[in-house]
T-cell receptor, first 112, second 115 residues
Framework: EAGVAQSPRYKIIEKRQSVAFWCNPISGHATLYWYQQILGQGPKLLIQFQNNGVVDDSQLPKDRFSAERLKGVDSTLKIQPAKLEDSAVYLC??????????FGPGTRLTVT | DQQVKQNSPSLSVQEGRISILNCDYTNSMFDYFLWYKKYPAEGPTFLISISSIKDKNEDGRFTVFLNKSAKHLSLHIVPSQPGDSAVYFCAASAASGAGSYQLTFGKGTKLSVIP
């Protein structure tokens, strides 16, 4: 069974530029999560989807971050415009009927 | 307000000995607890979990203990192996509606197993 796929793996941009991350969850997993992990911290949930609907986006900075999950499968997370403090690893995870979440390798974003 | 706390940023253990990683939580609504292992440049990998109705769960070399009254859990690795060297995250789960769950993570403990 293929795991959670994410791309790109690394991205370097200048502040005020925009960036997008892509995630393909494990086949059949209805729930998809985006996390932000700042160096030295644990992952922090940004947004949770159930199929193609948003369950919780209370911690998503909506003035600059947006996410969508079209057709209840793939998802994209966008930042526009980026700030220096957005430098982090962005992790995508998915889950099926169980509580365990399965993570992709992450995208390391550096904002200069 | 940190709801899941891992107070030891790092831990070094000799190969073959026991590794004990600790985690404390503050939210009484948490009903499921998980441990994840993370290698550099990889995403976290699920390791073991425990429901709040149990006090122990075992899987091979890994055992998780839960003390609900103390709001404390620990992960024991016996015997420790060099390949266990990684960052270990404690996570706690609460229902988030529509039959799905959210995880709150601690900051992690970096385990180094010395050959």
């Amino acid at each position: 069974e293929a795991g959670v796929a994410q791309s790109p793996r690394y991205k370097i941009i200048e502040k005020r530029q925009s960036v997008a991350f892509w995630c393909n969850p494990i086949s059949g997993h209805a729930t998809l999560y985006w996390y932000q992990q700042i160096l030295g911290q644990g992952p922090k949930l940004l947004i949770q989807f159930q199929n193609n609907g948003v369950v919780d986006d209370s911690q998503l900075p909506k003035d600059r971050f947006s996410a969508e999950r079209l057709k209840g499968v793939d998802s994209t997370l966008k930042i526009q415009p980026a700030k220096l403090e957005d430098s982090a690893v962005y992790l995508c995870a998915s889950s099926g009927t169980g509580i365990e979440q399965y993570f992709g390798p992450g995208t390391r974003l550096t904002v200069t | 307000d940190q709801q899941v706390k891992q107070n030891s940023p790092s831990l070094s253990v000799q190969e073959g000995r026991i590794s004990i990683l600790n985690c404390d939580y503050t939210n009484s609504m948490f009903d499921y607890f998980l441990w994840y292992k993370k290698y550099p440049a990889e995403g976290p990998t699920f390791l073991i979990s425990i429901s709040s109705i149990k006090d122990k769960n075992e899987d091979g070399r890994f055992t998780v203990f839960l003390n609900k009254s103390a709001k404390h859990l620990s992960l024991h690795i016996v015997p420790s192996q060099p390949g266990d060297s990684a960052v270990y995250f404690c996570a706690a789960s609460a229902a988030s509606g529509a039959g799905s769950y959210q995880l709150t993570f601690g900051k992690g403990t970096k385990l180094s197993v010395i050959p």
